[in-house]
């Protein structure tokens, strides 16, 4: 969804622009080795959009004769994190999750399936939903597999570190989800999906076409045009950190529709039935600040529907 007249006001809406912490932290397409940050280039990127209030915010971070401090940067965006786990133990997100999660599994074990089902939560950062769900949820019962995967060392570090903390019967890897190492049944995310812009997102979803993969849900911000001035007013009211209170706007600013996310899916995950869940609140025209992209191998589609029960009426259609 495009903004024109808003982003003309606030440049810091612009769905064009990345969001600071994609371009403060880079790695190695291919060994995920950690690479230098020049804090110019940084600066440069979003001097080209206007973006007076991105500039302030990266013009204070920390620099070693121009290059990004690691250390603080890894500080820095541990406290993001740390802020957006906040905002999703508020949002419930954990039961959202599950509410689609739950009838997914059921499903595919209805249809025979009676192997340990691997579940990967992609860019699971500090592990909140992963984290959640072994918390909650009887895994030996379900017969699940919980695992987290990012690209941040210093993410999946905290997140084995609260993991151990927590005891919890779950694990955090640093790697691609979507690398032949690694390998999953259901697919997930929180807030990840509108990073990947142009063909970079059918790209992405082109990557659970797999065998061994049987669904994916990816949970994003649902755009509508009041979305980046609720955001606005929520972020600056609850984050205290000038990158996450800049990223999380730019984030409901950049979220993709369920048009465009479902016709992506379509076509580049041709094997899966695609649809959106959760889209409004209680049956009504009001969205939810949360939609799901949902996919699932066809001959499950009848069953999800059926085991969602009272909730079936959240899942929009599947094709």
Not at 116 to 131: A, E, H, K, P, Q
Request: with cysteine; charged share 20%.
């Amino acid at each position: 969804m495009e903004y024109p007249l808003a982003v003309s006001i606030f440049p810091s809406w612009n769905p064009a622009q990345p969001e600071i912490t994609d371009l403060i932290v880079q790695h190695d397409a291919d060994t995920l080795q950690r690479l230098p940050v020049s804090k110019q280039s940084v600066v440069d990127a979003f001097s080209r959009f206007g973006n007076r209030k991105a500039l302030r915010a990266v013009r204070a971070l920390p620099e070693n004769d121009g290059w990004l401090d690691e250390r603080e940067i890894d500080a820095l965006l541990l406290t993001v994190h740390w802020e957006m786990q906040r905002l999703a133990e508020e949002f419930y997100h954990g039961h959202r999750v599950w509410e689609v999660l739950k009838p997914l599994i059921a499903a595919v074990r209805n249809a025979g399936h009676r192997e340990t089902l691997r579940i990967v939560d992609v860019g699971c950062g500090i592990g909140y939903t992963t984290r959640w769900l072994a918390a909650r949820v009887p895994l030996a019962e379900h017969n699940i597999e919980l695992i987290g995967i990012d690209l941040n060392s210093t993410l999946i570090s905290e997140a084995n570190r609260l993991a151990a903390a927590e005891r919890l019967a779950c694990q955090f890897v640093h790697g691609d989800a979507y690398s032949r190492e690694h390998s999953s049944h259901v697919f997930l995310s929180t807030g990840v999906i509108h990073h990947f812009r142009g063909d970079a997102l059918p790209e992405f979803l082109r990557q659970h076409e797999r065998p061994e993969t049987m669904a994916f849900l990816h949970f994003d911000f649902q755009p509508w045009f009041l979305a980046p001035l609720g955001s606005l007013f929520f972020h600056n009211l609850r984050m205290r950190t000038a990158i996450a209170r800049h990223d999380g706007v730019l984030s409901a600013a950049r979220a993709y529709d369920a048009k465009t996310l479902v016709g992506a899916a379509r076509t580049a995950a041709p094997g899966f039935a695609s649809g959106i869940y959760g889209a409004k609140i209680w049956g009504t025209p009001a969205p939810r600040v949360f939609h799901t992209l949902t996919g699932v191998r066809r001959e499950f589609a009848p069953e999800f529907r059926r085991q969602l029960g009272q909730h079936a009426g959240r899942l929009g259609e599947l094709l």
